[in-house]
């Protein structure tokens, strides 16, 4: 199984600054990794899909890069709702598997 | 836009079985995919499989490959999660989500799953 690992697992962050966390693939997968937000007592949502395609109806605060074994996510000004957990997710081989996880929370 | 929704919660004894269900609305051709993931508390999401409700084809993770089943019922455009010989590790949130091969587009609101003893 390919193993993704995201840092880091948490961090503080105020509304307006510019956040950005990692995700590692234990392997190459290209550009077939996406990126989800997961909020308390809701659904996962997907924002970014293939590394850097932003999902529909997602803000453009949201964006996404790397490809190979290293990918980079960025929320370029924090906004109240996004205080969250996210997830990145591999789509390159069975089974398909999810990182950790980065919580952002308020400073 | 698509929409699913899922059973209510459940509470199972250790060794039983579940089956939680997932409507589908909306287009079913551009998300060929319906896909369970499951979230255990304090933990991360995990993939269980998918079925493709065009071909009825399946693809379980070797994880789960001997207690689990997914399938479709076409008439009421439903799918069906059967987890066999539960234990107190699968009390877990359970979604179904539509979407490609490898994502997953559109989720369902969840089904809480206890399993105690």
């Known amino acids: 199984d390919i193993q993704m690992t995201q840092s880091p697992s948490s961090l503080s962050a105020s509304v307006g600054d510019r956040v950005t966390f990692t995700c590692q693939a234990s392997?190459?997968?290209?550009?077939?990794l996406n990126w989800y937000q997961k909020r308390p007592g809701k659904a996962p949502k997907l924002l970014i899909y293939?590394?850097?395609n932003l999902a529909t109806g997602v803000p453009s605060r949201f964006s996404g890069s790397g490809s190979g074994t290293h990918f980079t996510f960025t929320i370029s000004s924090l906004q109240p709702e996004d205080f969250a957990a996210y997830y990145c997710?591999?789509?390159?081989?069975?089974?398909?598997?999810f990182g950790g996880g980065t919580k952002v929370d308020i400073k | 836009q698509m929409q699913l929704v899922q059973s209510g919660a459940e509470v199972k004894r250790t060794g039983s079985s579940v089956k939680v269900s997932c409507e589908t609305s909306?287009?079913?051709?551009?998300?060929?995919?319906l896909h369970w993931v499951r979230q255990a508390p304090g933990r991360t999401l995990e993939w269980m499989g998918w079925?493709?409700?065009?071909?009825?084809?399946?693809n379980y993770a070797q994880k789960f490959q001997d207690r689990v089943t997914i399938t479709w019922d076409r008439s009421v455009s439903t799918a069906y999660l059967v987890l066999n010989s539960l234990k107190s590790a699968d009390t877990a949130m359970y979604y179904c989500?539509?979407?490609?091969?490898?994502?997953?587009?559109?989720w369902g609101q969840g089904t809480l799953v206890t399993v105690s003893s």
């Open positions: 293939d590394a850097s």
């Open positions: 909306g287009d079913p051709f551009t998300y060929r995919y």
């Open positions: 997710q591999q789509s390159d081989n069975l089974p398909l598997t």
């Open positions: 079925i493709t409700p065009f071909t009825d084809n399946t």
């Open positions: 989500a539509r979407g490609r091969r490898g994502s997953f587009h559109y």
């Open positions: 392997q190459g997968i290209s550009r077939s």
